[in-house]
């Protein structure tokens, strides 16, 4: 549909820059900051010592015992991003973006949520920076993920409530974009997965990478050896690109991505971009070219997923080329498999994962007693579930009151 | 040459900016957009914008987005647009400037939509979110099908940049006044004049001006250095107020009273 193309920034045909002109020198002026950081050791080193000392890194690479046995005994192991500072994968990358924040000279940061784990780490490293904190939030996921909300007001940040659109995610990303627009010259748009105009994609992923580096290097420390298969949710796709990303060139080991299947395969029940007949196809939104859910006019579809952070009708664009490439797989769980993979994990390992994570959690339930009797999986624990025991409460029946 | 540059030939010589009123299509309903664009025209307008609704408007304001939302709800899309356009252009010889966020046109099919949109009388098309690096098939579409391309420049483009835009662009070139999204502002920014003597270094074509222009003081001030005056959320929220039958009507009445602002006097 668009031409493939080597320019930076290109996955493929995916990818690329497409924003209204005023956001174009912004853009530039971020790509030629990351550059400049990449180069300088100073940045690295601060970085890596944030990473360590305040986040929490290396996170475990955690053996789940009972689950690889109620699972045939293929070893499954867990990669432990839960355990991170604030409870998500996210603050690895908010932390890169606000070093260059620093470095830009921008005093103001803008950021969207959708779970509100995004919003939580960027409020949390504007604290810790000194920085004022605006985050946009849709109406419907502030309901949903209230307690993010109040940690992020407890944290100084002011979340702003998205009333337009589907009220979600998306609609944030909006807000946050017309926000930009107007005050690009002192605020820097800390965005929070691998989406959004060049350079977003490519350098919120390698703010990830550490994720895939540590775990292939705890994994071949554990078994000796690669695993068959990493299994990562996706949203817009960063704790998936962060796992995936160092095992690229490990072309034995199986990548899979797992969307949101909500509550069906029909435009408007789900976030799975990538299910055959679910109505997504390559387009443009939110500055960048990739599978989008959308009618054939080109107007963006509405989505659900009981997890807001994977409730987006777009997806990063590198995953698009690893789907297009066949180098990864995409499959979608349900709404009510990533529940019930929520509860397997509480019950059988003392872990409540986010309802994001739960989603790899259930295709790994799925798909490892299929796999070769001595065959070893990573499923990526990209956050916790605290922020989600209000959905969990009600949907489980956990409340006093639902147990008499 | 082509319409665009007939429009600001005939402006220029007349002593006064070319008026360039944006409506959304399908807001309030198809037909009446027929009325107030053949009204606008009527009124004084030299092209008309017509705004294609869309579901993710990053580069509009409140009173836009709430526009496009009322045309989405009626089912209204680009094809409803191009047929629009038709219809205007069977009754006048206005200016018409498609104007889109990309992805509809993309799913249009960038070659068919050059093709229809030439078809249906349309003389340049501008897709707010797409710049010229990214634009080499669409730009090869619309040059084939002798549909003019119309890029933005903002305050932010440096000099380099608003030379490549002078040079995708064709018919005009239209420069948005100020960091920020389509909405009516009280002053026209202090920049904007600075940053069409900047682009007027890079292209020799007409420069339009827009965003945030709502009264003919506005008009009046802009007209004395660019070529052209956009005003958007203005007139759609002029119309928006007004019933339904009176919209055209409204719509017309605002417009008078910028078209004699913007003679140069
Ligand atoms: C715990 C957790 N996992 C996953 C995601 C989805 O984002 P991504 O696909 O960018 O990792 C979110 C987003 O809010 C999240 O909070």
């Not at chain 1, 307690?147 to 807000?175: F, H, P, W």
């Not at chain 1, 990209?382 to 949907?395: P, V, Y």
């Not at chain 2, 608003?162 to 009516?184: C, K, M, P």
Request: proline share 5%; with cysteine; aromatic share 6%.
């Amino acid at each position: 549909m668009s031409p493939a193309s080597t320019r930076p920034g290109r996955f493929g045909p995916y990818g690329g820059r497409y924003v209204p002109e005023t956001l174009v020198h912004p853009l530039e002026e971020l790509a030629a900051a990351y550059r400049e950081a990449k180069a300088d050791p100073s940045f690295g080193i601060e970085l890596e010592k944030l990473l360590r000392d305040y986040a929490g890194r290396p996170t475990p690479l955690t053996f789940a015992p009972r689950l690889s046995a109620a699972l045939g005994g293929r070893k499954v192991y867990l990669k432990r991003e839960d355990l991170l500072h604030t409870g998500a994968h996210k603050i690895n990358n908010c932390l890169g973006q606000v070093l260059l924040a620093q470095r830009m000279g921008k005093r103001r940061i803008i950021a969207e949520t959708g779970a509100g784990q995004h919003g939580v780490a960027t409020a949390t490293v504007c604290a810790r920076f000194g920085l004022e904190c605006v985050v946009y939030m849709g109406a419907e996921d502030m309901e949903r993920q209230a307690l993010n909300v109040a940690r992020m007001r407890l944290l100084g940040a002011e979340v702003r409530a998205v009333a337009s659109g589907s009220r979600t995610l998306k609609d944030a990303i909006n807000e946050a974009m017309r926000d930009w627009v107007a005050h690009c010259g002192d605020t820097h748009y800390l965005l929070g997965s691998v989406l959004g105009a060049d350079p977003y994609p490519t350098m919120v992923r390698d703010f990830h990478a550490c994720i895939g580096r540590e775990a292939r290097a705890q994994y071949l420390q554990a078994e000796g050896r690669l695993p068959e298969a990493l299994i990562a949710c996706v949203g817009g796709g960063s704790n998936a690109m962060g796992l995936f990303y160092a095992f690229l060139p490990d072309k034995q080991v199986k990548l899979i991505g797992v969307e949101a299947g909500g509550k069906g395969n029909e435009l408007g029940l789900h976030a799975a971009r990538f299910a055959p007949g679910g109505g997504g196809s390559p387009g443009v939104l939110q500055g960048t070219f990739s599978y989008v859910l959308q009618d054939a006019a080109g107007q963006i579809a509405l989505t659900h997923s009981i997890s807001a952070g994977l409730d987006y009708p777009s997806i990063g664009p590198e995953h698009a080329q690893l789907h297009d490439e066949g180098r990864a797989e995409y499959v979608a769980a349900s709404d009510a498999e990533a529940l019930a993979a929520c509860q397997t994990l509480a019950r059988l390992e003392g872990i409540i994962p986010a309802l994001e994570s739960a989603h790899a959690v259930a295709e790994a339930c799925r798909r490892v007693p299929r796999m070769a009797a001595d065959a070893g999986v990573i499923i990526n624990i990209s956050g916790r579930g605290d922020k989600d025991m209000g959905i969990l409460a009600r949907e489980l029946k956990l409340a006093d009151g639902d147990r008499g | 040459m082509s319409r665009f540059a007939d429009i600001f030939a005939t402006a220029r010589r007349e002593h006064r900016a070319a008026l360039i009123p944006y409506l959304t299509v399908g807001d309030p309903s198809l037909a009446a957009s027929l009325e107030i664009a053949l009204a606008l025209a009527e009124a004084g307008a030299d092209i008309l914008e017509l705004g294609v609704p869309f579901s993710d408007p990053v580069a509009d304001g409140p009173v836009i987005q709430a526009a496009s939302q009322r045309a989405l709800a009626q089912g209204v899309r680009l094809a409803d647009a191009l047929e629009l356009a038709r219809q205007v252009r069977q009754r006048s010889p206005v200016g018409l400037l498609l104007f889109s966020y990309y992805n509809p046109i993309l799913q249009y099919g960038l070659e068919r939509f050059a093709r229809d949109a030439v078809a249906a009388g349309c003389d340049g098309v501008l897709a707010v979110d797409l710049i010229p690096e990214e634009a080499g098939a669409y730009r090869a579409a619309a040059e084939a099908a002798g549909l003019d391309t119309v890029f933005l420049a903002a305050p932010t483009s440096p000099d380099e940049r608003l030379a490549a835009i002078g040079a995708a662009s064709r018919g005009f070139v239209y420069t948005v006044s100020r960091l920020g999204v389509t909405g009516a502002r009280a002053t026209v920014a202090p920049g904007a004049k600075e940053l069409v003597e900047r682009l007027r270094r890079q292209t020799r074509l007409p420069i339009a001006l827009g965003f945030g222009i709502s009264q003919p003081v506005q008009a009046r001030a802009v007209a004395a250095f660019a070529d052209g005056v956009v005003v958007g959320t203005a007139l759609v929220e002029a119309i928006a107020r007004a019933p339904e039958a009176g919209a055209a009507a409204a719509g017309a009445a605002f417009l008078r009273g910028l078209r004699a602002a913007c003679e140069m006097g």
